[in-house]
């Protein structure tokens, strides 16, 4: 018997709806606070293992700055969505498809160099967010970010003066920063993507515009480039995926290591 193949019938694209305000809040809290939560581990990572004592203090400090960035962003994300999850859950109860960090946070420390860039490239960003986002029409939003602002300003003054220091330092030191440029200049578009949640936020003045804050991104960099006696290098391209939930490998070792206590005994408190 022969079959015949009805063509589909097709109907007009529907697009699709765009979020309430409070959803793309949501997700906006959920992404920034796995950017502090990821990024954060990472610097911890370097306790005890810095190259000088002062920075085997410093890196994890700047640590539990965005580790108290996560858990006021995971709060305010578990208010709006009113199911009773927490910061643990958030933190420690999701896996790897369901976090929303940038993949920059996730990058592996690899020497000092890397680390360091990583952070400035970061905080350059954070920076003029956070202290644009203190005029939110949020005023939770705004009260986290009153916070946040200050911090990342640090951040980026502590890393900028080491990628200065290395960049304009020895030979061995300048070689290991222009490889640390080389490696991290892709990851950096990522942190100004838009969706239509960012959208939403913006139209609402929940948060700034991307081209508002990119400007001052750049004189940072371009400032710090110049003393550090370094050329920014110009990617062929960018990755980008980890707003989607799409990360590198990197990502999963990460979170065995962070997870691992919580889901060992579940339910356990201090």
């Known amino acids: 018997m022969t079959r015949t193949m009805i063509p589909a019938a097709r109907g007009p694209r529907i697009a699709p709806k765009a979020p309430s305000v409070d959803e793309a809040l949501f997700a906006l809290a959920v992404r920034l606070g796995d950017d502090g939560l ?20 410093a890196l994890p400090n700047m640590g539990l700055d965005l580790l108290g960035q996560a858990r006021a962003l995971y709060t305010l994300a578990g208010e709006i969505e009113g199911e009773g999850r927490t910061e643990d859950d958030f933190a420690y109860h999701r896996d790897e498809r369901a976090f929303r960090n940038c993949l920059l946070t996730e990058r592996p420390n690899g020497d000092f160099a890397h680390t360091m860039l990583r952070q400035l490239i970061f905080a350059a960003h954070a920076a003029p967010f956070w202290q644009a986002t203190e005029a939110s029409s949020d005023p939770r939003l705004a009260g986290i970010a009153a916070k946040a602002s200050k911090e990342m300003r640090y951040h980026v003054r502590h890393a900028a003066e ?7 330092g020895t030979d061995e030191s300048a070689t290991r920063m222009a490889a640390a440029a080389a490696a991290l200049a892709p990851y950096a578009d990522e942190l100004f993507e838009t969706d239509a949640a960012t959208e939403v936020l913006i139209a609402a003045g929940v948060i700034p ?36 939930g799409i990360h590198t490998e990197d990502l999963g070792h990460l979170l065995a290591s962070l997870q691992y206590l919580a889901r060992a005994h579940p339910g356990a408190a201090w």
């Open 209 to 244: 515009s991307a081209q508002t804050i990119r400007p001052e991104y750049e004189r940072t960099m371009d400032a710090v480039f110049a003393e550090a006696c370094l050329t920014r290098p110009t990617p062929h391209f960018a990755q980008s995926g980890g707003r989607r």
């Open 38 to 57: 990821v990024l954060g581990h990472r610097l911890s990572e370097w306790c005890g293992h810095a190259p000088m004592l002062e920075e085997d203090l």
């Open 162 to 168: 080491w990628v200065i220091r290395m960049g304009d």
